[in-house]
């Protein structure tokens, strides 16, 4: 068959069009950096640990093992919450324990250990970020358990605080003491212990009914009456700085980050508003957080907007919404918090009753190139593998990933792991290198060192190709260790890279044998 020249210059044309359209469609995602994490729930025992009676053995397992399952679908964060309810997961600072770790806000672990820095250490030796999750205002979670707090905890000493709301007990926002406060527990945190975030919900005024009188009678900084609701968005955006500011004076290296409900604002309320129906409930006008303003104002390291509805839900489509956070986010990086928690076989909405939306979901979110990755909720769900959700993930997820990095953060790389050798101990292969022994949880390091190496990338080619480093599929571990096993079968060149803790990566070296 006989082409004319012009013939092969339009069918030419046509195929750079697909390439090019193929590119566009796969949106920044490469593989090699998306952020993967998990929510882990602590208040009523949602997700860890499953009973407040266990001990601390028992705890310990129990982690151990969500973490070991994560590491397997090659997930690199975790979101642990920290401060359910005024209360502590780590060495009480200036609050006492929490009720859902021991049953009693006067009684540590037992045997002692202290959950947080444990959960740390374990988590930075699998190669994934901890970012401490705590919830800004709530108290209690039923007014009727008051009479068991710690005879230590800020509601004995200044009960005017402090507000009863339905049957739950919150800080009042409007208090200079309230934010002062609040700083100084994000204070003791930063400083005491070696984590990767600070993570706050989409829980700071509960509703706008919310009995807040005296404080607006005492602290109204001029505010008159009928603007109370922009009185009361201006006190979230008082504490959303100082912690902002507190975090970063302490540890710049520190993300802060936000978790707020999918929906700001409706069309029909604001033309920056989603075209969504979502008129009971949103960030504006009934939890009083002006999310727009902060990420506007550069507050927040990346904003992880709460995303669970299905792709189509009339009053508040999936699509939709994640368009609009990447429309509205004005710069700030962006994940997408996914609702594994709907997946439900007797769900009234169709779409829930597989895993595959949430495939969907987190495909979609690829294509969308502020989306730096995703996060799930909650752990459970994982544990039981709801719906054969496990299955979902560990094809979304095939080989290890790095943290994207995120604007304003150091980008000079560690130096490269040197002593890089293949050892045969017992009749099994090692790879072995030399590296910095992982810190304790709770570490004090109030400075990053851009030459430390927090995390190493292994990379796995075929004897005597070229390596390419961005080829996702080359991985084969990331880990916080300095060994690892590998199989005999095959003959396979390595390499090994160094991670910062921002995951900034040197150059690879690559692994010798050792004679």
């Not at 998306?34 to 208040?43: G, K, L, N, P």
């Not at 009693?104 to 672990?109: G, N, V």
């Not at 571990?477 to 060149?493: M, R």
Request: charged content about 25%; proline content about 6%; glycine content about 6%.
């Amino acid at each position: 068959m006989i082409f004319s020249i012009k013939h092969i210059l339009r069918t030419l044309s046509v195929l750079s069009i697909l390439f090019i359209s193929t590119l566009d469609a796969k949106g920044s995602y490469d593989g090699k950096r998306e952020w993967r994490a998990v929510w882990i729930a602590t208040v009523n025992n949602i997700d860890w640990p499953s009973s407040p009676n266990l001990s601390a053995d028992q705890q310990k397992k129990e982690l151990i093992h969500m973490l070991d399952l994560y590491k397997s679908m090659n997930f690199n964060a975790v979101v642990l919450q920290v401060r359910p309810a005024a209360d502590a997961f780590y060495k009480p600072g200036l609050e006492p324990w929490s009720i859902y770790l021991t049953g009693d806000q006067k009684k540590a672990p037992s045997p002692f250990y202290d959950p947080l820095a444990f959960a740390i250490k374990e988590a930075h030796k699998r190669g994934m970020e901890l970012h401490a999750w705590l919830n800004p205002y709530r108290v209690s979670q039923n007014v009727d358990n008051i009479k068991d707090m710690s005879e230590d905890h800020i509601y004995r000493k200044k009960p005017y605080l402090f507000v009863k709301h339905g049957r739950r007990l919150y800080f009042d926002p409007a208090y200079p003491e309230t934010r002062e406060f609040l700083t100084n527990v994000i204070k003791d945190l930063v400083t005491r212990y070696d984590l990767d975030g600070i993570h706050f919900d989409d829980y700071f005024y509960p509703n706008n009914d919310f009995s807040d009188e005296s404080s607006f009678a005492k602290h109204n900084r001029g505010y008159k009456r009928e603007d109370k609701m922009a009185w009361r968005r201006e006190n979230v955006d008082i504490v959303v700085k100082m912690l902002r500011d507190t975090i970063k004076s302490i540890k710049p290296y520190v993300k802060f980050g936000i978790s707020p409900y999918a929906v700001w604002r409706n069309k029909a309320e604001d033309p920056r508003g989603s075209d969504t129906r979502s008129f009971g409930y949103t960030n504006y006008d009934h939890l009083h957080a002006d999310i727009l303003k902060w990420m506007e104002a550069g507050w927040l390291d990346y904003i992880l907007p709460q995303l669970y509805f299905n792709i189509g839900y009339p009053a508040a489509d999936f699509k939709i919404l994640a368009q609009w956070w990447r429309e509205y986010s004005a710069g700030t990086p962006v994940y997408g918090g996914l609702g594994t928690y709907k997946l439900d076989k007797n769900s009234k909405v169709e779409a829930w009753r597989s895993a595959e939306e949430i495939r969907r979901q987190a495909e979609m979110l690829r294509d969308i190139p502020e989306y730096h990755g995703v996060c799930y909720f909650s752990a459970k769900d994982m544990k039981r593998n709801t719906l054969g959700i496990n299955k979902v993930l560990t094809e979304l997820y095939p080989a290890p990933s790095i943290t994207p990095a995120l604007r304003g953060f150091e980008t000079t790389p560690p130096a490269p792991p040197s002593k890089a050798s293949i050892l045969s101990k017992q009749g099994k292969l090692h790879l072995a290198w030399s590296g910095d022994p992982i810190p304790e949880g709770d570490a004090d390091i109030s400075e990053i060192n851009s030459e430390r190496a927090y995390y190493y990338l292994i990379y796995k080619f075929n004897k005597g190709v070229t390596p390419d480093f961005n080829q996702s599929e080359a991985i084969v571990a990331l880990t916080g260790e300095t060994s690892l096993e590998i199989a005999q079968n095959g003959d396979y060149d390595y390499y090994i890279s160094a991670l910062d803790r921002l995951f900034n990566e040197s150059k690879a070296v690559k692994f010798s044998k050792s004679n």
